[in-house]
């Protein structure tokens, strides 16, 4: 059984920084795409950022891009998310996702997941 847990969130200011982890366990990965979404209350979920299980392709939104670095360690099945000069509108739950990824990489859509961890809320103080 496919478990992913986010931790990491919490309070920051303005300007400030949080590393978010989530935990990959109950399959091998090698294959799969891992991706950031988020939501804010009221607000549709985005996708944020997303990372090959190899590392080697990486995409992020233009929301978050030259902020945000998706990292992963393949070694302890851990994506992490770097999330740096944070602004009130990053201010979400943040879930993590992992999917297994397709002929064509679309990291930026939500149903190319198919495990989805419980989020974590961060919320970005002004």
């Known amino acids: 059984q496919v478990q992913l847990v986010e931790s990491g969130g919490g309070l920051v200011q303005v300007g400030g920084s949080l590393r978010l982890s989530c935990a990959a366990s109950?399959?091998?990965?090698?294959?799969?795409?891992m991706g950031w979404f988020r939501q804010a209350p009221g607000k549709e979920r985005e996708s944020v950022a997303a990372?090959?299980?190899?590392?080697?392709?990486?995409y992020y939104s233009d929301s978050v891009k030259g902020r945000f670095t998706v990292s992963i360690d393949n070694a302890k099945n851990t994506v992490y998310l770097q999330m740096n000069s944070l602004k009130p509108e990053d201010t979400a739950i943040y879930y993590c996702?992992?999917?297994?990824?397709?002929?064509?990489?679309?990291?930026?859509?939500?149903?190319?997941?198919?495990?989805w961890g419980q989020g974590t809320q961060v919320t970005v103080s002004s």
């Open positions: 990372i090959s299980w190899s590392g080697f392709r990486k």
């Open positions: 996702a992992a999917g297994p990824g397709g002929s064509r990489w679309r990291p930026q859509q939500g149903s190319e997941y198919d495990h």
């Open positions: 109950g399959r091998t990965f090698s294959t799969y795409t």
